[in-house]
C-alpha cells in the first residue's frame, strides 16, 4: 500500500471514530451487491443517509486496490457503506432497499454481466443487532409467495472496511452516459423512486 493510501485510510477512519465519540446521532451499515457503482448510487438516493463510500470488505487482505479485489484473489467484495440518520430511515428499511433495488439477492457470486465471489451479495454487521436484522429480512424474503430461487446473501462480522480509490467514488454521477451504466444502473434508480417514494430523494449525495 503507498503511503498516500494509508494516509487515507487513516483519515478516514480516524472521522469515523471521532464522529462516534463525538456522540453522533448517524450510524453506519456496509453492504455488498454487485458492482459498488449501481449500489453506491441507490443508496445516494435515499433519505436520511447523509454519506455513501465504495471500497472492499470481507477478504483477508490488508492492502486491497481495484485490480487486486477484480482479480477475485483477496476474498474482499465491492461494498459500500453508509452513514445514515436513523431518526430519519431505519437499518431494517435499508435492508430491504438493499433487498429489492440495490440487487437480486439470489444471484451467488455474481450479479447481472459480473462474474465472481467480489461481486457476492452480502451484508457486514457492525453489531449484535445490525445481524439479527439481516437475518430476520433474509427470512421474511425467503417465505415470500412464489420465491423459487434461495437467498444466498452472505451475513458476517464486519472486520475493516476500506474505502476504494477516488475514482470510484460517485461514479454514476460522472458516468450517466456510459453504456454499463445505463443498462445496469439507472434502472436500480427509477425502482427506487417506484417502489419507495417515501424514501427516494432527487438530490444525490457525494
Not at 37 to 48: C, N, P, Q, T
Request: glycine share 6%; with cysteine.
Amino acid at each position: 500500500m503507498t503511503k498516500i493510501r494509508t494516509l487515507l485510510y487513516s483519515v478516514f477512519l480516524l472521522a469515523l471514530t471521532t464522529s462516534a465519540m463525538a456522540g453522533s446521532s448517524m450510524n453506519t451499515a456496509v453492504f455488498a451487491g454487485g458492482c459498488f457503482w449501481g449500489v453506491d448510487a441507490v443508496f445516494k438516493h435515499v433519505k436520511g443517509v447523509k454519506q455513501v463510500v465504495s471500497g472492499y470488505a470481507g477478504g483477508a487482505s490488508s492492502d486491497p486496490t481495484y485490480p487486486m479485489v477484480s482479480s477475485g484473489s483477496t476474498g474482499h467484495a465491492e461494498s459500500v457503506m453508509i452513514t445514515y440518520d436513523p431518526q430519519v430511515v431505519s437499518y431494517s428499511k435499508l435492508l430491504e432497499v438493499f433487498f429489492k433495488v440495490a440487487h437480486d439477492p439470489t444471484q451467488l457470486n455474481r450479479q447481472g454481466p459480473d462474474w465472481g465471489t467480489q461481486y457476492r451479495s452480502a451484508i457486514f454487521y457492525s453489531s449484535p443487532e445490525q445481524r439479527k436484522l439481516a437475518l430476520e429480512e433474509i427470512q421474511v424474503l425467503s417465505k415470500e409467495a412464489g420465491k423459487v430461487k434461495p437467498i444466498v446473501t452472505e451475513v458476517s462480522s464486519l472486520s475493516r472496511f476500506y474505502p476504494a480509490e477516488s475514482y470510484h467514488q460517485n461514479y454514476l454521477a460522472s458516468h450517466m452516459d456510459q453504456p454499463y451504466i445505463v443498462v445496469n444502473d439507472l434502472p436500480k434508480i427509477a425502482l427506487l423512486k417506484k417502489s419507495f417514494p417515501e424514501l427516494y430523494v432527487q438530490s444525490a449525495k457525494n
